[in-house]
């Protein structure tokens, strides 16, 4: 008997590596604001289009390493927090900074600056990696807006069920489960 392999159904097999461009940081510490703005403002500031970065730091906030996460357009760019999270998790980060530019000079934060900068708050919470700030900087690289300096970042601590009885996975077997038991 010959068995016959049907090649029509492959399974890639991939991996995910972190690869290291030519660096734009050095070991100074990010404490402040103005720290993050000394380091990525003049590059971001020759920008014409919005740019948002990731700083990825150790637990002492010595740079890891910096992603350009989206390059936009004149006033707005779109990113994902899965892919702001990416370089972050590769690189074993345990804290990040959130740095983009407004090529208009205006320093106020859009909704969707504050939405994305909320959500990400709140993913960071879950995988371990703190959210430090997020800066926008001017067309200038003089004046800047501190997302922590403003008081909008707010880190709630999350509590989360101990006893499996009580988790409740709406639409799953497991709620379908219970009510077939009552």
Not at 17 to 46: M, N, Q
Not at 64 to 79: E, H, K, R, Y
Not at 110 to 127: A, F, M, P
């Amino acid at each position: 008997m010959i068995a016959v392999i049907n090649n029509d159904f492959k399974l890639d097999v991939v991996s995910v590596r972190l690869v290291k461009d030519a660096p734009i940081l050095s070991d100074i510490k990010i404490t402040t604001p103005d720290a993050a703005v000394e380091l990525l403002g003049k590059y971001l500031c020759e920008m014409d289009r919005e740019v948002l970065c990731v700083v990825n730091l150790k637990s002492d906030n010595t740079p890891i390493n910096c992603t350009m996460v989206s390059i936009g357009a004149l006033n707005q760019s779109i990113a994902n927090p899965r892919e702001m999270l990416k370089a972050s998790i590769l690189s074993n980060a345990a804290n990040m900074i959130l740095i983009h530019n407004h090529p208009s000079g205006n320093l106020q934060p859009s909704k969707e600056d504050i939405s994305v900068t909320d959500r990400l708050i709140k993913l960071t919470g879950l995988v371990g990696i703190t959210l430090l700030d997020h800066i926008i900087i001017g067309g200038n690289n003089i004046e800047y807006f501190s997302m922590r300096e403003k008081k909008l970042m707010r880190h709630e601590r999350e509590c989360y069920e101990q006893d499996y009885n009580n988790l409740k996975f709406e639409g799953s077997v497991m709620v379908a489960e219970k009510e077939r038991s009552r």
